[in-house]
């Protein structure tokens, strides 16, 4: 499987190497509860074996899912340090690959008093505190009916780290929306993607929506047919539209446009010649300029890029 992803270039996230969720331990796990000595031997004998396989394949680690909320591997070792151990032990084996701390309830509401973004951020300080330095955030994003103006002040609290912040597991339950209506939940979603796009600080988005002939888990973007839902024709509109756009030049050469940080590609058309070049934008709120000299003629085009919290137009 991580052959054919290298393959065909897509990027993969190790998740999880342990859940702190008691509901989700195999049998034989959960007969070592009361055996901590051979449990906790277990647990690092899946670290040295699964970390050093796929170091230089994964860009992510999701360490140990769902800490905020769960705590089975402290209360069956007796050891509240556990996770911050095996940070430590991950980090060590695979010093280039992010350590995601991944939990849910942070960016959905506010009603979850275990993983609220202070919640969060405490729990990242002490594993900063403790050596931990390659860390990232991970926000599941089970949404019902998102509140846009939360997840964007969650967003820029968290923010204020300096980490890289990915949805990890993005999808809306249409199943608990008034008779299942996924239009609703197809606009729902559209409201999520362009506020994490939007936002300077949010590095990658994964959604949780994989079809399978069972029937989807809360959503999925495309039917039995592999047709698309409303959800999936948001997801190929935004796509389009984040990847591509065509602008007309203003008198002079000078144009505008708002774009999402990073890499742009872009061809300049004029006098039936075309030009490439590549223009890197910088994260932030401001404008930023560039000048662009087309080799075969003294015209000048000027643009300016605005990174702000918007998608491009």
Same mark, same amino acid.
């Given at each position: 499987?991580?052959?054919?992803?290298?393959?065909?270039?897509?990027?993969?996230?190790?998740?999880?190497?342990?859940?702190? &969720?008691?509901?989700?331990?195999?049998?034989?796990?959960?007969?070592?509860?009361?055996?901590?000595?051979?449990?906790?031997?277990?647990?690092?004998?899946?670290?040295?074996?699964?970390?050093?396989?796929?170091?230089?394949?994964?860009?992510?680690? #999701?360490?140990?899912?769902?800490?905020?909320?769960?705590?089975?591997?402290?209360? $069956? %070792?007796? #050891?509240?340090?556990?996770?911050?151990?095996?940070?430590? *032990?991950?980090?060590?084996?695979?010093?280039?690959?992010?350590?995601?701390?991944?939990?849910?309830?942070?960016?959905?509401?506010?009603?979850?008093? &275990?993983?609220?973004? *202070?919640?969060?951020?405490?729990? @990242? !300080?002490?594993?900063?505190?403790?050596?931990?330095?390659?860390?990232?955030?991970?926000?599941? $994003?089970?949404?019902?009916?998102? #509140?846009? $103006?939360?997840? !964007?002040?969650?967003?820029?609290?968290? =923010?204020? %780290?300096?980490?890289?912040?990915?949805?990890?597991?993005?999808?809306?339950?249409?199943?608990?929306?008034?008779?299942?209506?996924?239009?609703?939940?197809?606009?729902?979603?559209? #409201?999520?993607?362009?506020? =994490?796009?939007?936002?300077? $600080?949010?590095?990658?988005?994964?959604?949780?929506?994989?079809?399978?002939?069972?029937?989807?888990? !809360?959503?999925?973007?495309?039917?039995?047919?592999?047709?698309?839902? =409303?959800?999936?024709?948001?997801?190929?509109?935004?796509?389009?539209?984040?990847?591509?756009? &065509?602008? @007309?030049?203003?008198?002079?050469?000078?144009?505008?446009?708002?774009?999402?940080?990073?890499?742009?590609?872009?061809?300049?058309?004029?006098?039936?010649?075309?030009?490439?070049?590549?223009?890197?934008?910088?994260?932030?709120?401001?404008?930023?300029?560039?000048?662009?000299?087309?080799?075969?003629?003294?015209?000048?085009?000027?643009?300016? =890029?605005?990174?702000?919290?918007?998608?491009?137009?």
């Amino acid at each position: 499987m991580v052959a054919w992803c290298e393959a065909q270039r897509l990027n993969i996230r190790g998740h999880n190497i342990v859940w702190d &969720d008691p509901r989700f331990q195999q049998p034989w796990v959960k007969a070592l509860a009361g055996k901590p000595d051979q449990l906790r031997q277990a647990v690092m004998s899946r670290v040295n074996s699964l970390v050093p396989r796929y170091v230089g394949h994964f860009i992510a680690w #999701d360490v140990n899912n769902e800490q905020l909320h769960f705590s089975f591997y402290e209360d $069956a %070792l007796n #050891d509240s340090s556990f996770s911050t151990s095996l940070f430590l *032990d991950v980090q060590r084996l695979d010093p280039g690959t992010k350590l995601f701390v991944n939990d849910y309830n942070t960016l959905e509401n506010c009603n979850d008093p &275990d993983s609220t973004p *202070d919640a969060f951020i405490l729990k @990242l !300080r002490q594993l900063q505190a403790a050596g931990v330095t390659n860390l990232a955030i991970g926000l599941e $994003a089970h949404f019902t009916r998102p #509140d846009v $103006a939360y997840v !964007r002040s969650t967003l820029d609290k968290l =923010a204020t %780290l300096g980490l890289p912040i990915w949805l990890t597991e993005l999808d809306i339950n249409v199943n608990a929306l008034p008779n299942h209506n996924i239009t609703q939940g197809a606009i729902y979603l559209e #409201d999520v993607l362009r506020e =994490a796009f939007s936002h300077p $600080a949010v590095q990658g988005i994964v959604m949780w929506t994989a079809w399978k002939p069972s029937g989807c888990y !809360r959503m999925c973007l495309t039917d039995d047919n592999m047709d698309n839902l =409303a959800t999936g024709d948001v997801v190929d509109i935004l796509l389009h539209e984040w990847q591509h756009v &065509d602008i @007309l030049a203003q008198k002079h050469g000078s144009l505008k446009w708002r774009g999402p940080p990073g890499t742009h590609k872009v061809s300049i058309q004029w006098n039936n010649t075309t030009y490439y070049i590549s223009l890197h934008v910088k994260p932030g709120r401001g404008t930023q300029y560039f000048i662009v000299e087309l080799p075969s003629s003294f015209t000048t085009v000027q643009m300016q =890029a605005s990174s702000s919290l918007a998608s491009y137009k």
